[in-house]
């Protein structure tokens, strides 16, 4: 069983940056497929970025690209996801997930393949 908490969110002016960090338990948090997604008000839960568990792929939305960088410390089972240049309509709340399936693949840009999920975190960004 894997824990995933979210903390960094608030509240930021347009232009600016947050770091959001997603802490797992467990040990097998190295092996783990990881992903953030993102659900605004009134919108689905969308998809923002993924990593592999060596952090050698990575995919990001269209929307984000450029702008936000995922990346983990396998050694602090730890996540982050640092957000520069942040618009309003990035304003949502983030969720952190987690998938034990060690293959990083285009199905994981979806919320099915994974396993474990965070509360989540506010991030709201204005104009």
């Known amino acids: 069983q894997v824990q995933l908490v979210e903390s960094g969110g608030g509240l930021v002016q347009a232009g600016g940056s947050l770091r959001l960090s997603c802490a797992a338990s467990?040990?097998?948090?190295?092996?783990?497929?990881m992903g953030w997604f993102r659900q605004g008000p009134g919108k689905e839960r969308e998809f923002v970025a993924a990593?592999?568990?060596?952090?050698?792929?990575?995919y990001y939305a269209d929307s984000v690209k450029g702008r936000f960088t995922i990346s983990r410390d396998n050694a602090k089972n730890t996540v982050y996801l640092q957000m520069n240049s942040l618009k309003p309509e990035d304003t949502a709340v983030y969720y952190c997930?987690?998938?034990?399936?060690?293959?990083?693949?285009?199905?994981?840009?979806?919320?099915?393949?994974?396993?474990?999920w965070g509360q989540g975190t506010q991030v709201t960004v204005s104009s």
């Open positions: 467990g040990r097998t948090f190295s092996s783990y497929s």
């Open positions: 997930a987690g998938d034990s399936d060690i293959g990083l693949g285009s199905k994981h840009r979806t919320p099915e393949p994974y396993e474990y």
């Open positions: 990593i592999s568990w060596n952090a050698n792929i990575k």
